[in-house]
């Protein structure tokens, strides 16, 4: 199938532009035809730009605001949710929002900004390396996003294994934690459609980000060991289309797995490498696989390296010790 033919199954694409870059292109709100009406997957960025993107391509669809139903949230990011609150606004309703409850904490008004986040783990983060000051330039950073939208007064949980009956198709809610502990795929089964969202993207690595604490303890998810967890059951799956939370869709899904397994086997042998001259911390080694340290950047190179240090501490390659408050990696022998 390819995404021309997506119509006759009342399923329509909205690309909304963003301003991340890493993101690999822009985010996809998908409108998908219920007997009455219709569901949105993801609600876009809240910008302004993003706000007309959408209003554009509802009418294109032939629906408008109004018609929405209901609002699904793949995960807990603001270019996912951030236009949600804006189009109740246009709809003049409450129309149900859900999200899966791992994840609830990130859209809701009563939720952590990371800003404050970022400085109530600076204790954590000094124990992975990263020097006070930059941790300080990121929150910085990171608190001028209010214009990127809303959050949410109230959310319902969005449950593995619920099926959702559409007028053409039949959506089952596949849970996936890795990007996110409650990041959430939806399933056509019959026709073979996967709407992936940011857990499996064609040409971006899915880089699963720390789940930071408010009271600053080290995390005990750890993204990427989940990642490869849930990837493996996406390998399993029959699917002839891929519908991303980023850019154009996408076939033959076990190829790109087998792609973003070789990209992390040699993110891993890199690392291995700059092990082999001697103990380092988290940021150290992030130094050594990436050269900008820009804004939010920082959070994604850093969740990218420790991910990977989890990984191979997984398969009892590397180790760590704590030496005067910081955790430095060591080859194991």
């Keep these: 199938m390819k995404e021309d033919e997506l119509g006759e199954l009342g399923i329509f694409r909205i690309p909304v532009p963003i301003p991340f870059r890493e993101a690999g292109g822009p985010v996809n709100a998908y409108i998908i035809e219920e007997k009455n009406g219709c569901l949105m997957f993801d609600a876009g960025l809240g910008t302004e730009d993003s706000r007309a993107a ?22 807990g990011h603001i270019d996912h ?48 390396g990263v020097p006070a000051a930059m941790i300080e330039e990121t929150a910085a950073v990171l608190g001028n996003s209010a214009e990127l939208g809303k959050r949410l007064e109230k959310v319902t949980p969005l449950l593995p294994g619920q099926i959702l009956q559409c007028r053409h198709v039949t959506l089952e809610i596949l ?46 998810f750890k993204p990427l060991l989940s990642y490869f967890a849930s990837i493996d059951r996406v390998r399993s799956l029959s699917v002839d289309l891929v519908l991303p939370g980023h850019a154009a869709p996408f076939s033959r899904h076990r190829e790109v797995i087998d792609s973003l397994s070789s990209f992390y086997e040699r993110r891993q042998a890199k690392i ?16 050594e696989l990436f050269t900008s340290e820009r804004g939010f950047e920082l959070i994604l190179m850093i969740s990218e390296t420790l991910g990977n ?25």
């Design 309 to 333: 240090l989890e990984v191979l501490e997984e398969k009892g390659r590397i180790r760590r010790e704590m030496d005067s408050g910081c955790a430095r990696f060591m080859l194991v022998e």
């Design 81 to 128: 949710f951030g236009a949600a609150a804006w189009i109740q606004e246009q709809a003049g309703r409450q129309i149900p929002i859900s999200i899966h409850p791992a994840d609830a904490g990130k859209v809701l008004q009563s939720g952590l900004e990371w800003p404050k986040l970022l400085m109530q783990n600076r204790r954590y983060f000094s124990m992975l």
């Design 54 to 75: 959408l209003s554009e391509g509802l009418a294109r669809t032939g629906h408008r605001f109004e018609d929405v139903n209901r609002i699904l949230l793949s995960h």
């Design 175 to 220: 849970h996936m934690p890795g990007h996110t502990p409650g990041v959430c795929c939806l399933y056509d089964r019959d026709n073979r459609l996967l709407f992936s969202a940011d857990h499996f993207l064609q040409n971006v690595s899915p880089n699963p980000l720390l789940e930071l604490s408010p009271n600053g303890e080290p995390p005990s």
């Design 272 to 287: 291995l490498d700059s092990l082999k001259h001697g103990p380092l911390t988290v940021y150290e080694i992030m130094k």
